[in-house]
């Protein structure tokens, strides 16, 4: 068991570009979800996947963001035209249902700047 | 729609006394999930215990042990023993466990730390 990975841990991106962060999750977890973090706050879901079908995804999620996870293996989170309010961490997580618990297992996350 | 309030911004406990966490939650919906994750300064998240709502025993791991008082949607993290590395951000969050959820709300943390 790899646990959950994340890449590129760190990117530093200017105003307008687009980023991808890819996430591998543990490999018998059919749920994967994506997270946002800010200094200081917990963090904020964003989206989620079980196997390849996006089952739900935030409100608060412009249309910049995509997320994707062919296969229902890795997943790839995009933001398109980045923005300084992006400045984040971006964290994944994985499950698989334990009874009646879906306790979820995190990547390292991948911290975000747009300068 | 779910959430989840920890008041305490801040704590301090000096080593191997015990510390209570806490975390209040409100939602509508019976059946829940509760969790603590506990974040040290690296950022990654570490599952540390769970709560369902329909447990009639308090959960524990080891050190850490969840008072859970459901009337008063409560769900508080007890560290026994604390030790210098518990020291981190700690968060108590929930998930509805109905078929097509699983996500979950978190709090704004508690930072500990312990003192030598």
């Known amino acids: 068991d790899t646990g959950v990975s994340q890449n590129p841990r760190h990117k530093i991106t200017k105003r307008g570009q687009n980023v991808t962060f890819r996430c591998d999750p543990i490999?018998?977890?059919?749920?994967l979800y994506w997270y946002r973090q800010t200094l200081g706050q917990g963090p904020e879901f964003l989206t989620y996947?079980?196997?390849?079908?996006?089952?739900?995804k935030s409100r608060l999620l412009s249309d910049r963001f995509s997320a994707e996870r062919p296969k229902g293996s890795f997943s790839t989170l995009e933001i398109q035209r980045t923005e300084q309010g992006d400045s984040a961490m971006y964290l994944c997580?994985?499950?698989?249902?334990?009874?009646?618990?879906?306790?979820?297992?995190f990547g390292p996350g991948t911290r975000l700047t747009v300068t | 729609a779910q959430k989840i309030t920890q008041t305490q911004p801040g704590m301090f406990v000096q080593e191997k006394e015990a510390v209570t966490l806490d975390c209040t939650y409100d939602?509508?919906?019976?059946?829940?999930?509760l969790f603590w994750y506990k974040q040290p300064s690296s950022g990654e998240m570490i599952f540390l215990i769970y709560?369902?709502?329909?447990?009639?025993q308090n959960a524990t791991e080891g050190r850490y042990s969840l008072n859970f008082q459901k009337a008063r949607k409560s769900a508080n993290l007890v560290i026994s023993a604390s030790q210098l590395g518990d020291s981190a951000m700690y968060f108590c969050?929930?998930?509805?466990?109905?078929?097509?959820?699983?996500?979950?709300?978190f709090g704004d943390g508690t930072t500990l730390t312990v003192k030598p």
């Open positions: 997580a994985s499950s698989a249902r334990t009874g009646f618990s879906y306790e979820q297992y």
């Open positions: 490999s018998e977890h059919n749920r």
């Open positions: 996947f079980q196997n390849e079908a996006q089952l739900e």
């Open positions: 939602t509508s919906d019976p059946s829940y999930g």
């Open positions: 709560q369902g709502s329909y447990d009639q």
């Open positions: 969050a929930m998930s509805l466990q109905n078929t097509n959820a699983g996500k979950s709300t």
